[in-house]
């Protein structure tokens, strides 16, 4: 494996922050570089205000925004009109992540993301760059065929309004599900970027917590497999195989839709971001079995 390649596919990534963790952060800029991608998760105890809060001091410490537009959360499409509205005009968001959330009870009349993408709202707000849900290891109140279905209206959107429109997955825990997703919904991921999404650094039982929370599937057994005793379930846990099995098939694969990586900081903002940093920077070393090694 090419130790550049790994750099490369990481350059670029993106990562989220909480409102919550965004409070013990003195300034974004001392940790990730300028223009990274930060998301800013709808989680159900944040308030809209909140995030807006947040997206504008992302971009006053020169940061790009990228606030979670959730659907199930929106009571109406006037209320995704006056959110974006802000989003746009208070904090100059120019990018957003739609998806519909795992909520059994939507706020109200929104069920779907499709229907925020098709609204028009993006369009009226400037936004161009939209991040769209994928599931590479299914979705346990959503069946097959609705994904694909799901997929082609977002590549339809795409083409009808020339938007960038990609896709960010859900987080996984190796490299497999990704790939197999890939080959599998080849024609209906069409020409949208993706990105695949990862765990950042995180002791091995927050990462079990999120998981069964989430609902994610086979990689997760695995990932429980190794992890099976209590003190290993303290130990940190790091996607570096993850990482580095995409990256070779990426190198592999140059007509592969893989654009890079999402961290999903579970286990803190600046943990995972240092370390995404250091693989940037080249500062480590492949081993043998297929692993990186940060002295």
């Given amino acids: 494996m090419n130790k550049l390649a790994v750099q490369e596919f990481v350059r670029n ?6 409102v919550q963790e965004a409070d013990r952060i003195e300034r974004f800029s001392d940790v990730v570089e300028p223009g990274t991608r930060v998301y800013i998760p709808h989680t159900p105890h944040t308030g809209f205000s909140e995030m807006v809060a947040v997206a504008a001091r992302l971009r006053k410490e020169g940061m790009a925004p990228v606030p979670h537009i959730v659907a199930r959360r929106i009571p109406t499409l006037a209320m995704v009109d006056s959110l974006l509205g802000m989003f746009s005009g208070d904090a100059g968001v120019e990018q957003v992540l739609v998806v519909a959330g795992d909520i059994a009870t939507p706020a109200g009349e929104l069920e779907s993301s499709l229907q925020v993408l098709e609204s028009g709202l993006l369009e009226k707000h400037k936004i161009q760059s939209v991040g769209v849900a994928g599931h590479p290891e299914g979705h346990r109140d959503v069946g097959d065929a609705a994904l694909r279905d799901a997929l082609r209206r977002k ?8 938007a960038n429109v990609y896709v960010v997955t859900q987080f996984i825990f190796s490299a497999d599900p990704v790939i197999e997703w890939e080959r599998s919904f080849r024609e209906e991921i069409g020409r949208l970027p993706v990105t695949a999404g990862l765990p950042g650094l995180a002791t091995a039982r927050t990462l079990l917590k999120y ?22 379930l303290l130990t940190v846990s790091a996607p570096d195989e993850t990482i580095i099995a995409l990256a070779d098939y990426k190198s592999r694969n140059p007509a592969s839709r893989l654009a890079g990586v999402h961290f999903f900081t579970f286990g803190g903002f600046k943990r995972s971001a240092l370390w995404a940093n250091r693989i940037v920077a080249g500062d480590f070393e492949l081993t043998d079995d297929g692993l990186l090694q940060m002295e």
């Fill in 211 to 232: 998981a069964m929370d989430c609902g994610v599937g086979a990689s997760l057994q695995a990932f429980s497999k190794r992890y099976a005793s209590i003190t290993k």
């Fill in 155 to 162: 590549n339809a959107y795409a083409e009808r309004t020339r």
């Fill in 13 to 18: 990534y993106s990562i989220e922050t909480t």
